[in-house]
């Protein structure tokens, strides 16, 4: 028993001692370049690039709205609610796994689907920086892309020098505090990313709307609703999360933000519409008119205990 133990112990330092901020960080970075080169290809067959990979993740592969915003829409949040602790558990830990939603997941299907070239990140920094602004740069034109270009690159490189590892006895967990210039650079990382995703990820959830007019049931009630909450959260910047109620025979799509208050929407005849959390009939504001006003967005109230229509 003894022996077992001490040999999960040198697995957990050496796994352990593989996963740094730093990767992760770096890994975002990498992603916001091959995301952009994505934004950037368009073909007859699929239309734009970007488009067909998240409605490929959709509907293929089933990911919830969890895996959809950190891939898409808040990767600084895919750690931990609180910036200063990212939190990542022994061998098959949350900082282990997300770094395999960037690395793996949202990599090998840029590669698969579009032929957007995977890159190794054991790579130097140095290295990887001078790779993809080569790479990308013919795609980063005008004011508006300048400034993105801005946000992706011109944020200086970090290294783990004054990282802090506090270790934990529950199951080997631990818990790492950043440092400011890792929290930095990772929320300009993330807003670099909505920049490039909030209109793409507008344009599949109108599409879906109207192919649910057109075509009945060519989306599910369930992707509706990952939609509308990555939607919501490439607005606001926040997590969110979703489920789908079903009251009275009646779907209600429910986004919840991280203290649990929410933003309902449900269909009439096919149309859908944010409705009062508390009384599901009163209409708020149809979902296609918040989608056309870039300054509008739903606001999370707290829910009663009872609700009705």
């Known amino acids: 028993m003894k022996i077992s133990c001490i040999l999960l112990s040198l697995m957990c330092v050496n796994v352990l001692a593989n996963i740094s901020i730093t990767e992760y960080i770096n890994m975002v970075e990498l992603l916001n370049l091959q995301i952009q080169k994505a934004s950037g290809y368009n073909d007859d067959y699929i239309g734009n690039g970007l488009e067909h990979v998240i409605k490929d993740f959709l509907q293929s592969n089933g990911y919830d709205s969890k895996f959809m915003n950190e891939m898409f829409t808040v990767p600084e949040h895919a750690l931990t609610y609180n910036f200063n602790y990212l939190q990542g558990a022994c061998i098959m830990g949350h900082l282990q796994s997300i770094i395999m939603t960037q690395s793996h997941t949202l990599q090998r299907k840029l590669f698969q689907t579009l032929g957007i070239p995977m890159v190794d990140t054991n790579q130097s920094n140095d290295i990887l920086r001078v790779t993809t602004y080569e790479k990308t740069r013919t795609y980063l034109t005008g004011k508006a892309l300048h400034n993105l ?25 631990i818990i790492y505090k950043a440092t400011p210039r890792a929290i930095i650079k990772l929320t300009k990382l993330g807003k670099a990313r909505r920049l490039l995703t909030g209109k793409v990820i507008r344009n599949v959830l109108t599409q879906a709307l109207a192919g649910l007019i057109l075509y009945d049931k060519m989306y599910s009630v369930h992707e509706i609703c990952t939609l509308i909450a990555v939607w919501i959260s490439s607005k606001t910047g926040s997590l969110t999360i979703n489920r789908v109620h079903h009251v009275q025979d009646i779907d209600i799509c429910v986004v919840y933000d991280k203290d649990w208050n929410v933003v309902k929407y449900r269909p009439f005849k096919g149309i859908y519409w944010q409705v009062n959390v508390n009384k599901m009939d009163t209409k708020i504001e149809e979902l296609n008119v918040q989608l056309l006003d870039d300054s509008s967005y739903p606001r999370f109230e707290n829910q009663l205990t009872t609700t009705t229509f």
């Open 149 to 173: 270009r801005n946000q992706i690159f011109d944020i200086s490189s970090l290294d783990d020098k004054y990282q802090t590892v506090t270790v934990h006895d529950d199951k080997y967990k």
